[in-house]
């Protein structure tokens, strides 16, 4: 029988996969509901303001948390932001190909 370690995290979580990045991002999506919130206050006294606050915190929540592959939302933009970066013409044609 062989002895396999866990994956083990370098950095300090507050729940598996949610740390100090993640709690970054969620605070500043807080605080960009609350300036829409009072933004909206000058106009208008309905209570729908509130959801400003509620959407812009879980809109912030769900880009950072990872999923069950590892990656957030956020990470995939990364990547697909770096990807479409990269040299994508090929130098050689294969077959018959004429112009």
Do not use: C
Request: hydrophobic share 45%; net charge positive; proline share 5%.
């Amino acid at each position: 029988m062989y002895q396999v370690p866990k994956n083990i995290s370098a950095k300090f979580e507050f729940f598996p996969g949610f740390g100090f990045k993640e709690l970054f991002f969620v605070l500043a999506g807080l605080s960009l509901g609350i300036f829409v919130y009072l933004i909206l206050s000058i106009f208008t006294h309905s209570p729908a303001r509130y959801l400003a606050v509620f959407i812009f915190t879980g809109l912030a929540y769900f880009l950072v948390i990872p999923g069950p592959d590892g990656n957030s939302v956020f990470s995939l933009i990364k990547y697909y932001l770096n990807w479409t970066k990269k040299q994508k013409r090929y130098l050689y044609v294969q077959g018959g190909y004429t112009n």
